[in-house]
């Protein structure tokens, strides 16, 4: 740090290329078999989690006397930590070397579910389920980065391209996971196994870390800004903070003075890591790249509808039509199954037509929820739910075609120099869309009479927020990235 922070004056940052002309190096090495497997797992664990707790709830309530406000941090402590540490956790993957934050992480997510999964009492849940996202928060943007510099060309497009598969099914199946776990009800441990299951993967997972992560870590050894880590840190709580808790309190004072509050803090982070900072957390370079600037914007879209269709269709299922978590699970795989069709040939799809494939994607999107809008018009509240099944469809094969392609975009032209930011930025976009979605949408369903009618204008306004997508993703360029360039003599290379 010394090294880096020779007085107290900011440091002239050091000459460097735009993002985007500078591809990172092709990787020395081939990348070992395992590779993919082990980042994916922790991956998949996330996701799964994220959505699984939502399948627990009522058994947690009735085993740990839990009360509404337990249950609730139940599941925003995880959201709240995960979105907090995400810019603050790419750093530290710059700056300690990917592959040991990684494993920090991992190691810190199996604990944490040890901890969900024996919690005596509703407290000690909260706390588990808080570590949990911060382990996840420490997880998060390794993944990407180290895709991102152990992959180069098409193997680097079917990695993201796998990634995104493993993302999409952890949402999508979360909850029909989560039922069948609950209804076998293995060893008597009822909720307690939607945790448990993690310890067996994730020391498995630990195990293969050494051997088959290479490790890398940013060209020049970032300084941590503990000012930007401060400030980052409080913006996104209160901003998230609020968007999680507001609607089921009624948006009090308190939640709007935090959304004031999260506004100033941005700006002042913003204005720190641009002029003030010697070694920003964000580096501002970033957005001078149309295919990251534009690729964000696509990504917040995206985002913004994803965790808020997978809420209101949850509460229509088991609020509107009375089914219990493993039949709500199973309506849930038909966006499984469109889903798993595209989503393993979406990095094909990308090279033949570029940008155009995520449009396409949110356009069937778009079509998918005008036609379940339609089934849930015309079966009422009697007529059966698998008439939505065509429709959630077509929506599973529009989502495959956007989520790994659109990460791709935004991370192919980052620099090498700058890969851990981009990471920490692009994860930190993708939990804060989720729950303002969460947020905006929550206006629309509970504003209008009846569950029936509330599912139907949600999905009626997270149609036309597909077509904004489609809008955005004209802004990104036409075409691919540049061939990769050799790396500067001396340059760091991952290594086994």
């Known amino acids: ?8 004056r900011p440091a002239r940052r050091p000459e460097s290329p735009a993002p985007g002309t500078h591809p990172a190096p092709a990787p020395a090495g081939r990348p070992a078999r395992g590779l993919l497997p082990v980042v994916l797992t922790a991956t998949f664990m996330t996701a799964l989690d994220f959505f699984i707790v939502n399948v627990a709830v009522p058994s947690v309530q009735v085993d740990l006397r839990a009360g509404p406000a337990a249950v609730q941090w139940v599941i925003a402590g995880f959201g709240l930590a995960l979105a907090a540490g995400l810019v603050t956790a790419g750093r530290l993957g710059d700056r300690y070397g990917r592959r040991r934050v990684f494993a920090l992480g991992l190691a810190l997510f199996t604990l944490a579910s040890a901890g969900c999964g024996l ?11 808080v570590l949990q996202g911060l382990a996840a928060a420490l997880t ?18 079917r990695a993201f391209a796998m990634y995104g598969l493993t993302l999409g099914v952890g949402a999508v199946f979360g909850q029909l996971i989560g039922g069948l776990l609950i209804r076998a009800d293995l060893f008597g441990l009822d909720w307690r196994t939607c945790f448990l299951i993690n310890l067996p993967v994730g020391l498995a997972a630990l195990l293969l870390v050494r051997r088959c992560l290479p490790e890398s870590r940013a060209p020049r050894r970032p300084g941590l800004d503990p000012a930007g880590v401060v400030l ?88 509107g039509r009375g089914l219990d978590a493993l039949g709500a699970g199973l309506v849930f795989t038909a966006i499984g199954l469109g889903y798993l069709l595209t989503s393993v040939t979406a990095d094909r799809l990308a090279a033949r037509i570029g940008r155009q494939v995520v449009a396409v994607g949110a356009l069937l999107m778009a079509a ?39 990460t791709t975009t935004v991370l192919t032209r980052v620099a090498p120099e700058l890969v851990g930011s981009a990471a920490g930025v692009l994860a930190t976009v993708q939990q804060v869309g989720g729950a303002l979605g969460i947020a905006l949408i929550g206006i629309v369903f509970y504003g209008a009479d009846g569950f029936p009618r509330g ?8 149609a036309v927020l597909e077509l904004v997508l489609a809008a955005l993703v004209q802004l990104l360029p036409r075409t691919g990235p540049a061939p990769a360039v050799p790396p500067p003599a001396g340059g760091p290379r991952p290594s086994a």
Do not use: K, N
């Not at 919690?119 to 389920?129: F, I, K, N, S, W």
């Not at 998060?140 to 497009?157: E, M």
């Open 140 to 157: 998060g943007p390794q993944v990407l980065a180290i895709l991102r510099t152990a992959y180069s060309g098409a193997a680097q497009a």
């Open 368 to 406: 998918g929820l005008g036609l379940i809008g339609l089934a849930a018009y015309g079966v009422g509240t009697t007529g059966s739910v698998w008439w939505l099944a065509p429709g959630l469809f077509v929506d599973g094969l529009g989502m495959g075609m956007v989520i790994a392609p659109v």
């Open 232 to 319: 980052v840190t409080l913006a996104l709580t209160t901003l998230v903070l609020p968007l999680i808790q507001g609607r089921e309190q009624g948006w009090p004072l308190w939640t709007w003075l935090c959304l004031g509050g999260s506004a100033v803090l941005l700006a002042a982070f913003g204005v720190h890591q641009h002029r003030l900072s010697a070694s920003p957390l964000v580096d501002t370079r970033l957005f001078r790249e149309r295919a990251f600037a534009a690729g964000i914007l696509a990504q917040l879209a995206f985002w913004l509808g994803q965790a808020s269709f997978f809420l209101v269709l949850a509460l229509y299922l088991q609020q």
């Open 455 to 462: 599912f139907e204008l949600s999905v009626a306004a997270l």
């Open 119 to 129: 919690a005596p009492t509703a407290g000690a849940l909260v706390a588990a389920r």
């Open 1 to 8: 740090m010394s090294s880096i922070l020779r007085s107290t």
